[in-house]
């Protein structure tokens, strides 16, 4: 994975960013492949959403450099990362709660026509993409308001891989999910994996992690503790890094 | 995504919203009670000439209450758009009268400061982050202190340009069908009503305004320049209180500087009244104009009835606590 001949989908290198004097992420390099899952861990306040709010435009680092398929990239809003197929499923969803799924699915990327927004084709396209989601759903024509946990979180998830994805941001994709929804989101990340999208997933349960991320990286007080091959560690030794902070040896 | 989930689904084909048009429901049926009412119990109510006056009190708070429903759509609020309106009515004064350019310019001049005006209360609140409530009650001010400086607080009147005269209580439709006599101010609010409607439900703007009240954050991060539309919409629904500027001056046949200061609450309250959310997100058009109809039958009526002016107002209030608890209850249903 790691070969140096290969060019990295993503580098973020040396990033940095701080609110109102706190370094929340420190001086952090991290990198992610074509096909590629890397897991980021570490405590609630790590500085791991932080760190990849910089990728996903949401925040802009104050230090560090972005290179996009080895060149460096300039991602001042979420728009610009939109434009270098960098989507996100952030840990709140972001849903418009008054619009209904195609109009959060499209929302920022309305289909068009005849300079009024499409609904019909809009409505179309979720169906169709959500009937390779989640069969079951069927809340087409109501605000997304009144779906359940899992149904918004399939609208989130169908908005991110739609609009064919390079770079997969996943923030706790399974965090407000049951048991059978979570391995749909698992089999899901293995099939997009297999597409050769490079996803940077954030979790929690280690478990999940060890199944699904090639590589792990893990943070503690916005500094990386460091970077390993999920095949070459144990559980316990990255547990140990989330928590005491020790590389293993 | 679950097993549990089939139980709650529906296959709900044109079932969005269905909550505000339930809403719209009891707003129109409240409204076919009060005509009911006062049909009955206030003389001459029902007559033709008073229909008129009614309609033509409703053309004016329609229109504004159209402007503070894009606004509040949009997770905002408008206290500017009485005194706004009364600015622009100012300026079509000036370009007319003092000026004595044609009708189209005054026209322009009308919504063209509507809008700017507008522009400038999007841009304090986007770009310089002041609260809505606290922009808007800045505009209002300035726009009313404006509008007694250029007309050095006199009305102006508009005999210069008898067409002024079109814009509002003539009736051009008795043209087409004689005897019809609906002023035209009437027609112009629906016409405003429906491009404002069409606006909203079919269009890039209508539905950044429907995501800007709905989650700001997540408006952000679809990529939408949230500024620019903020801005955007401000803009819209101060040329909209143009319009209502327009109407309101034509149908006095003057520019009165001291009018407009009140207008902006009952143009609210005919949003609330239809079901549009003060806390943004949702609302509709056709209900806001059912809303500004409660408002001018209920005064009308009460008037009528020989009831004490002020208590229409005590009446305002109460409509719009039991509105906003309507709308409240509507939601947790849903």
């Known amino acids: 994975m790691t070969s140096p001949k290969r060019t990295p989908l993503v580098e973020l290198r040396d990033i940095s960013i701080s609110f109102g004097g706190i370094k929340a992420v420190d001086h952090v390099s991290v990198d992610l492949y074509p096909g590629e899952v890397v897991g980021l861990l570490g405590h609630n306040g ?18 560090g450099e972005i290179f996009i398929n080895g060149e460096k990239a300039s991602i001042q809003n979420p728009r610009d990362a939109r434009n270098y197929n960098i989507e996100t499923i952030y840990q709140t969803l972001a849903l418009a709660d008054n619009l209904d799924a195609a109009s959060n699915l499209f929302l920022g990327r309305e289909l068009m026509a005849n300079g009024l927004v499409d609904d019909a084709k809009m409505e179309a396209e979720t169906r169709r993409i959500m009937g390779r989601l989640n069969p079951n759903f069927r809340k087409f024509n109501v605000p997304v308001s009144a779906l359940s946990g899992g149904q918004r979180q399939s609208v989130a998830i169908a908005r991110a891989v739609y609009f064919n994805a390079r770079i997969l941001i996943m923030d706790e994709p399974t965090a407000a999910l049951g048991p059978h929804e979570t391995q749909m989101v698992a089999e899901l990340i293995r099939e997009l994996k297999a597409q050769g999208l490079g996803i940077f997933l954030i979790e929690h349960d280690i478990h999940n992690v060890m199944k699904l991320c090639d590589r792990a990286s893990v943070m503690k007080n916005g500094k990386l503790i460091g970077t390993v091959d999920v095949k070459k560690v144990t559980d316990d030794d990255i547990l140990g890094m989330i928590i005491m902070g020790k590389k293993p040896a | 995504m679950t097993d549990t989930t089939l139980s709650e689904q529906q296959d709900g084909k044109g079932g969005m919203f269905t909550m505000a048009a339930l809403q719209k429901v009891v707003a129109f049926a409240v409204l076919v009670i009060m005509l009911l009412f006062f049909s009955i119990f206030a003389p001459n109510f029902a007559a033709w000439n008073n229909m008129v006056n009614i309609m033509q009190a409703t053309a004016v708070n329609g229109v504004l209450g159209v402007a503070v429903t894009f606004v509040i759509i949009a997770g905002g609020i408008d206290l500017a758009v009485g005194t706004m309106m009364t600015l622009t009515a100012v300026v079509a004064g000036l370009v007319l009268t003092n000026l004595g350019l044609p ?54 009147y508009f005999n210069s340009t008898p067409s002024y005269q079109y814009i509002s209580p003539e009736s051009s439709i008795t043209l087409l069908i004689p005897g019809l006599e609906i002023p035209n101010g009437v027609f112009i609010m629906f016409i405003v009503a429906i491009i404002a409607s069409i606006m909203l439900n079919r269009t890039i703007l209508g539905r950044y305004i429907f995501a800007l009240g709905s989650n700001e954050e997540a408006a952000r991060l679809s990529g939408m320049n949230v500024d620019f539309w903020k801005i955007t919409t401000y803009a819209l629904s101060g040329a909209i209180c143009g319009v209502a500027g327009l109407l309101v001056s034509s149908r006095l046949n003057s520019a009165q500087p001291a009018l407009g200061l009140g207008y902006e609450l009952d143009a609210i309250a005919a949003a609330v009244i239809g079901g549009t959310s003060l806390a943004g997100g949702r609302g509709t058009i056709l209900g806001t104009i059912i809303g500004a109809f409660i408002m001018s039958v209920l005064t009308n009526g009460l008037r009528i009835m020989g009831v004490q002016e002020e208590w229409k107002i005590v009446v305002t209030g109460l409509i719009i606590i039991i509105a906003v608890y309507v709308d409240i209850v509507l939601r947790k249903k849903m």
């Open chain 2, 103 to 156: 009708l189209p310019l005054g026209i322009v001049g009308a919504l063209a400061s509507g809008g700017l005006m507008g522009a400038f209360s999007g841009w304090t609140i986007a770009k310089l982050k002041i609260p809505p409530f606290i922009a808007t009650l800045g505009m209002m001010q300035i726009a009313r202190g404006l509008a007694l400086v250029f007309s050095e607080a006199k009305p102006i």
């Open chain 1, 46 to 63: 790590a500085g791991k959403s932080t760190l990849i709010k910089c990728l996903s435009g949401a925040y802009q680092a104050d230090g």
